[in-house]
């Protein structure tokens, strides 16, 4: 059991640095929150297939509340981070191209990202 734990204590850690991170949501920050996020639901994942199905370890109950209550908070930093850069989005959007005829930001062709890791 106190390996489960760890694992749910490294889990933990990883939601919290994501927390962390986005508090200032760049788009490369929110890669590096996207990366701790991996990495916490591996470590769930390991210490999951230690526990048993019904744990009566109270340090157990405890560690899963914390990582549940970090995932909610980093769940509405996430939804803040999203709600920001649209609302920046759409004021782009019409400072470059105006707007439609029903009064939207008109639309602009963005580039986009790519990725080669290797």
Known sequence: MAEALERLAL????????????????PEILDRSAAALSR?????????????PFPSDSGVLAEVR????KAHLAGRLLEN???YHSR??????????GYTADG????????GRLRVEG
């Open 11 to 26: 889990a933990r850690s990883a939601v919290e640095q994501s927390c962390h991170l986005l508090l200032t949501p760049s």
């Open 40 to 52: 916490a639901i591996e470590e769930l994942a390991a210490g999951r297939a230690l526990i048993p």
């Open 66 to 69: 914390e990582i549940q209550a």
């Open 81 to 83: 981070a999203a709600t």
């Open 88 to 97: 920046w989005n759409r004021i782009l959007r019409s400072m470059v191209a």
């Open 104 to 111: 939207a930001a008109a639309s602009i062709a963005a580039p």
